[in-house]
């Protein structure tokens, strides 16, 4: 089970994901994952920057594949936060 901390710790993770140096080329923006994900917009928003504990493991995978990252960099990077906490 995830807690609070750790999905606040994961949508960190995407979020760094998109605004990674190595990325930026004006295409890796949250619109940008939405369009390739299949999640809204708004949505994605949403849940990314107010309610990341709606993140359900289906958008997590579409996350990661979309990213070019395995899911669990971005779950262990949540674990590995909250441990430091």
């Known amino acids: 089970m995830t807690t609070k901390a750790d999905s606040d710790c994961i949508a960190r993770a995407i979020l760094a994901e998109l605004n990674d140096e190595d990325h ?3 295409k890796r923006t949250q ?3 939405a ?6 917009y708004t949505t994605l928003r949403r849940k990314l920057l ?7 493991l289906s958008e997590l995978i579409a996350i990661s594949d979309a990213l070019g990252i395995p899911l669990s960099s971005l ?3 949540s674990h590995t936060d909250s441990k430091a906490a």
């Open 24 to 26: 930026i080329s004006g």
């Open 31 to 33: 619109r940008w994952l």
């Open 35 to 40: 369009n390739i994900t299949g999640i809204s």
């Open 75 to 77: 779950i262990s990077e």
């Open 50 to 56: 107010k309610r990341p504990d709606t993140l359900i």
